[in-house]
């Protein structure tokens, strides 16, 4: 039996360390060349396998492959694109076989979130479905932290790092000027379902009083009058107030906050999010003078700043998600297993995909305080080992130097083209 | 003669480098203890001199000291506080020649912008106008970069690293998504009159092609249509658009972008900044899938990824101006000068400072390509020194570790109360 090829793709939101786990993915295949065949990455993610635009990475130099380690963002490109049910798109899988049996393709891996493990238990699925051998195991990557059976996801590590050092920077600013300018300070992380990211914000205090002196999350539903008490309360107490929001931040009803309903001249809906939302309203309030900031790319792509426990792991997934399949192993996600000691220690784990699948994890009630408004002990503890270690890139001119792939397409072999 | 004590203070916005100025100072009288006496830090800025609330820093220790160097914001507290013309306000100078001579103060060392500056002409003045002999020195700081007869002001090489670095990074994740999901990226900067922290971001581009594909500076009148061209044509080429704004991008007519007039469902002006206006402009003109990020504290405070060439230079201009103190000079500035070589060198200069206070330095145009969407070469030339080497702060459980001074106020001499 000749060996097989393997399928690479990276699916959803990039982040500051995928690459780490393509990287991860690559050297294993490539010290492994004697029982498996070549790395195809899809350009621009699973698109990239139905329109049979395979990136052929054995064409990359060792150099440009290790340099993946310290880039962040997808270098193949991903995409936000979920596959149908069986039912429903069949001519989407054969499509699907089609290109892998064109390009003798068994391993497919997968490096996503809850979306993409669906995709890859649904193409995991494919040898019993449709009689298409192929292993697909599953390598989680999600700066949203909410993948369940995993202690965490990589990804997350480095944006909790970057939003606790630019929480504890920017509250040192405001704290230098609040006695005569800016009192109240916003800083608006992503996470629409999950208060994962506001929650490593709480990284940034060491002691009572340091900022942040609120966290909003969204499993907790915003009280407007209980939020400018606080606020209030902050200010008089500290002389400033920063406040560190999620995008998911909502009323009880469901109602996003940056969904306020507010139209400008045009008719259109507003344009701002939850900082600027939440700053006027409390300059309107209670009048004091604010600033905000909205990280957004920012906080994913910063690789500058990377937790050096988070490029760890996500290189340790990829490579685990190929020794796994060299294994025989499909249909699993390789997780991560926090020991139980008092020292943070981690292992690779192996979770079933259909269990990981359509399933977030939420923030535990009890990581967040009693008042809704904080991080407990238990979440620091959780917390504080993900963002341990720098890992810097190399600087060239004042400049961090990231991978310029070559990301040359293999010669197709299908005739068809299949419009995605 | 007893020697005299000195006054400090920081002025305005702070910086990620202004405390390296304050250790330059203090470092500076503490080593020259024989010829000069105490330094006092003023609570709040100038304020602090008003109030008579003085730190005696003379009781932090070497090490929290030594720390300043590698702490972001003011640690003794800033202000946005102009003293009024001498004619107009004689109470105030009175007031600071009070607690001058309370506290044997005879040098007067202030860090600010182009507004400190004034201040700082105003003190230097003293001598002359009311009799108190006082010599005051000005220390250049500020990210906007646009004090005349310096080369570059201490705190901008920073901001400027910070901007490149982002804009690269955000860069790349945009360019991850574009097939099929976000196409334009836009990160709102600082800058309401001069656009030197919207150039930095041209420094992310190396080749052709390169994000970012369009900065707007406060010094080119902003055009629709112009604009909106080049949007689409980056997107068609590249497949997306990162676009670097700063908050002063305004009309011919002078109207700030930011300020469109609209209003919500309460009347209240609309929230956003330049890069939700620009955001939603786009999206309604073209259509595009859009992110936008707001830098706001986050860029200035970033000392996690200070400029070592700023970082240096702030120290040095804080130690000159003790020693131009010592020497017995009086109203004028520390500078930044740079060498006339190929290879970026530079020392310190002195600069008059009636010749400083209230003239803003812009861009000049030869720095802003011709059809005013990027940076030349001559721009890039001088940006690329300011942004170089990386001066890391000390880290502790994966967070840096920032100075925490004991901040004690000298016994107040003066019965009388001043209020500010």
Sequence with gaps: MSKKNAFYAQSGGVTAVINASACGVIETVRANRRRMGKLYAGRNGIIGALREELIDTSRESTAAIGSLRHTPSGAFGSCRYKLKGIEEHRAEYERLIEVFKAHNIGYFFYNGGGDSADTCLKVSQLSATMGYPVQAIHIPKTVDNDLPLTDNCPGFGSVAKYIAISTREAALDVASMCETSTKVFILEVMGRHAGWIAAAGGLAADAEGDAPHIILFPEIA????????RVQRSVK????????????????????????????????????????????????????????????????????????????????VGKAAVEMALAGKNSVMASIVRGNGKKYSWKIGEAPLDKVANVEKMMPRNFITRDGFGITQACRDYLTPLIAGEDYPPYKNGMPQYARLKNELVARKLKKRFKV
């Design 222 to 229: 915003f009280n407007k009058d209980k939020f400018m008490k």
């Design 237 to 316: 107490r500290y002389g400033h107030c920063v406040i560190v929001a999620p995008e998911g931040a909502r009323y009880a009803d469901g109602r996003f906050l940056a969904d306020a309903g507010t139209r400008d001249a045009f008719g259109h809906a507003q344009l701002g999010g939850v900082a600027p939302t939440l700053a006027e309203m409390i300059k309107s309030e209670l009048g004091y003078k604010y600033h905000w900031a909205v990280a957004d790319y920012l906080q994913r792509a910063a690789r500058h700043i990377a937790s050096a426990t988070d490029v760890e792991q996500a290189y340790a």
